[in-house]
Nanobody
Framework: QVQLAESGGGLVQPGGSLRLSCAAS????????MGWYRQAPGKQRELVAT???????YYADSVRGRFIISKDTAKNTVYLQMNSLKPEDTAVYYC??????WGQGTQVTVSS
């Protein structure tokens, strides 16, 4: 059973930066695309960014140009670098391996 564990969330001011990490319990990046999703109170879960097996990346329009998804296969870890954060980025962020495995989520709050 693959386990994913997110970390790095917290409180940050608008315009600030934060880096989220998603550590996998085993080597899976050669067989699964990875993605970051978020869910704000009262809203549906939405896709933030994905990175494919061959490292192709995709971003939601709302974060494109501000967020960067990357992975370190040696560390079995996926990252989400979040820059120029806005209050509307506030949400619980989840890591997923092709929707089959999910992490527990990490809270990101952007507020002054």
């Amino acid at each position: 059973q693959v386990q994913l564990a997110e970390s790095g969330g917290g409180l940050v001011q608008p315009g600030g930066s934060l880096r989220l990490s998603c550590a996998a319990s085993e080597s899976i990046f050669s067989i699964y695309a990875m993605g970051w999703y978020r869910q704000a109170p009262g809203k549906q879960r939405e896709l933030v960014a994905t990175i494919t097996i061959d490292s192709s990346t995709y971003y939601a329009d709302s974060v494109r140009g501000r967020f960067i998804i990357s992975k370190d296969t040696a560390k079995n870890t996926v990252y989400l670098q979040m820059n120029s954060l806005k209050p509307e980025d506030t949400a619980v962020y989840y890591c997923s391996a092709e929707h089959r495995y999910w992490g527990q989520g990490t809270q990101v709050t952007v507020s002054s």
